[in-house]
């Protein structure tokens, strides 16, 4: 972690000599649609459920800070950001889906290159760490082990217009699957006579696409509008 902001550091003071560059910071915040994961069941006795099901994407939020180094049409984005991410699996023998829940606290890196106008592009690293990680119905309440990397990789596009901005991005997870063993309720799942019971998380991994907008606090041209033609 102190490396990392060592390197952001080193980044700032490095392109502070340009003479084309300038700085702006500001809010960010929006929604992100997670994509991923796959539970399997145990058939332990021939009531059990045994199946293979594959998350259904879900609606969660984010917020955070940003700042921007602009050096000519080049320029580095760090960020700051939570997010609360929501996946559901359609288990049988159960009237509503699970919900898999993961909290993160996430500082991206991007570099962009502006297209043109308000038009920019990035993509770069994510610094990711796991806050909580829960699946609804799992007995032992066990923490869920969502990567085994804390870095994630980001691409994008945005565009901004004075004080305010929209972004949308995708961001990937690089880790690798990693089987966990759950243990559902079975009073949940399906009652004491069959249903759902133990089983394995086979991959916890999320991907996201990420819909921000951008408010910008301080920085050049932040009450540009558009000119009128003349006639």
Excluded at 162 to 167: K, M, T, V
Excluded at 168 to 178: G, N, P
């Amino acid at each position: 972690m102190k490396k990392y902001f060592f390197a952001l550091l080193f980044i700032f003071m490095t392109f502070s000599g340009f003479s084309q560059t300038t700085f702006e910071y500001g809010l960010k915040g929006g929604i992100n649609y997670s994509m991923g994961g796959e539970i399997r069941g145990s058939k332990s006795n021939a009531n059990y459920w045994g199946e293979t099901v594959q998350g259904v994407g879900g609606i969660g939020y984010h917020g955070g800070i940003f700042g921007q180094v602009n050096f000519g049409k080049f320029f580095i984005r760090p960020e700051v950001v939570y997010s609360s991410l929501t996946q559901e699996f359609e288990i049988p023998l159960r009237e509503d889906n699970t919900e898999y829940s993961v909290q993160t606290f996430t500082i991206p890196l991007l570099l962009g290159y502006n297209i043109y106008g308000p038009l920019d592009v990035y993509a770069g690293p994510v610094y990711s760490n796991v806050l909580d990680a829960k699946i609804y119905g799992e007995q032992n309440d066990q923490l869920i082990v969502v990567q085994n990397t804390p870095i994630n990789a980001q691409a994008g596009v945005k565009v901004e217009v004075g004080r305010f901005g929209i972004d949308v991005r995708y961001e990937h997870s690089l880790s690798t699957a990693e089987r966990q063993d759950i243990d559902l309720d079975n009073n949940l799942f399906g009652g004491p006579n069959g249903g759902a019971n133990k089983g394995w998380f086979n991959d916890a991994r999320l991907n996201q696409v990420i819909v921000s907008i951008i408010f910008k606090i301080g920085g050049p041209g932040l009450n540009e509008r558009r000119r009128r033609a003349c006639y």
